[in-house]
């Protein structure tokens, strides 16, 4: 199956929300698929099964951080014979 991509944004509705979403990225770093960071969200690289529980695990990291209530978007982008990160910014990197 090919991959597609998946970005997802962990809002923790808290006074800091930089320790939860630290958490949120930290679970995408350990899960080990291709992934980017962004200002308003990460976006992920893989096979959509994985992705979400992903997905799934970020959101939770907020709880696990203390958080009381943790809004999650999510994004996903699928095509026949799949899609990458690199294909979608590719023209805006090239010199």
């Known amino acids: ?22 958490r949120a990225i930290e679970v995408v770093e350990r899960s080990g698929v291709k992934y980017e960071v962004g200002p308003h969200e990460t976006t992920m690289e893989g096979e959509l099964d994985e992705l979400v529980e992903i997905v799934k695990a970020g959101h939770r990291a907020g709880f696990q951080a203390g958080v009381e209530r943790v ?21 805006y990197r090239e010199p």
């Open 71 to 91: 809004i999650t978007f999510v994004k996903i982008v699928d095509a026949v014979g799949g899609t990458t990160i690199a294909e979608k910014v590719a023209k």
């Open 1 to 22: 199956m090919a991959d597609i991509t998946v970005s997802f944004e962990v809002i923790p509705l808290c006074d800091d929300p930089y320790p939860a979403v630290d």
